[in-house]
Each structure stands twice: as C-alpha cells, then as structure tokens.
C-alpha cells in the first residue's frame, strides 16, 4: 500500500440497492456502474483499486484525488447511477420501475434524490493501515465466491480480482494499490 496520498486515504465503500433488490443482476445495470467508474477515472476524480459489482451491492476501493473530497464522489456517483437506472428502467422495464416509486407527495420517481435506488447511508471508512486495506481488498474479491457465483475470485467478470491476479484490466479503470 503507497503511503503518500494527495489528500484522502483510500476508501472502503459499500453500496447496496433499496430493499436489497437484485437490480444489478441485469448485466446493463453492472455497465452503469461501471460507466460512471470510467468517467470518474477519466476525469481523474477517483483512483480505483479494486471492486466488485454483485446483483444487489457493491464493494469500492476507491480515493478521491486532489481537489475532490470523499463525500462529494460518493453523492455524484449515486445520484448519477440512480437517475441511469431510472433511465434504464423506464425504457425496458417498467414493472421493475414500480418497486423504486417514492412515496412522496411531489413525485412519483426519484429525480434529484437517488436514495430509492440506493439504500441510505451507504458504508464508507478510511483505510488507514495496509493489513486493514488487503482485508478489504481479499473481503471485496471473496465475495462472489461466497455466494457461490464462481470457485476462484479471478472467474467473476464485474470484479477487479483478475486484476490482481493477472494483470488484466477488461474495464480500463484500475490501480494497482501498490502503486506498481
């Protein structure tokens, strides 16, 4: 683990969809993610280290780079993956549209707020030491393996496990946590 960060320690995030639907278990919906991920890097908002997209959560290992706090990243990526999913939901299906209704007076859909989409108060801590930082990183590849979707982290696709595995990057967004 590098020891030097512009001005944020990595972060350990963890999202997870409203009422633990399987919304991400649409592989169109995994490309959202991954989407707004690539646009982040490009932009050079976040340096990613490692994820793992399942059919209702997700784990990042992710920092905000100079001039971007934590906070901010965490509510432009939710707020635009939700308004993607409604986007999404409405062209292709509309029933799955329902379950997300907001039970507001004023709309029917979540426009500016995402938290229908995403559940409230998402998980977010610093990883201060590199003992805490590789069991986030072995906890956040582990996990498809524990569900059962695949025998070895690297065989999941929506992971950056065959990152650190091989060096494959099929999505063009990692860092490799030590710098390397």
């Known amino acids: 683990m590098k020891t030097m960060y512009p001005e944020h320690w990595p972060q350990f995030y963890t999202a997870t969809i409203n009422n633990w639907e399987n919304l991400l278990a649409d592989d169109l919906h995994k490309e ?3 989407d707004s991920l690539r646009f982040l890097v490009a932009e050079k908002r976040i340096e990613l280290n490692a994820f793992v997209i399942m059919s209702n959560h997700i784990h990042l290992i992710w920092q905000a780079m100079f001039g971007f706090s934590p906070s901010g990243i965490q509510a432009s990526f939710m707020k635009y993956t939700a308004h993607q999913f409604k986007r999404s ?3 292709n299906n509309k029933n799955a549209l329902a379950k997300h209704k907001v039970n507001k007076y004023d709309r029917e859909y979540p426009t500016g707020c995402c938290a229908q989409f995403w559940k409230r108060d ?19 590849h582990y996990n498809p393996v524990v569900a059962g979707l695949c ?12 990152f650190y595995h091989d060096g494959t990057d099929h999505f063009g967004i990692l860092t490799h946590y030590l710098g390397s």
Do not use: H, M, W
């Open 32 to 34: 959202i993610i991954i």
């Open 89 to 91: 939901l409405t062209g």
């Open 122 to 140: 998402p998980l977010s801590f610093e990883l201060i030491s590199p003992a805490v930082f590789e069991q986030k990183l072995d906890y956040t």
């Open 151 to 162: 025998i070895n982290p690297e065989d999941y696709y929506y992971s950056s496990a065959r």
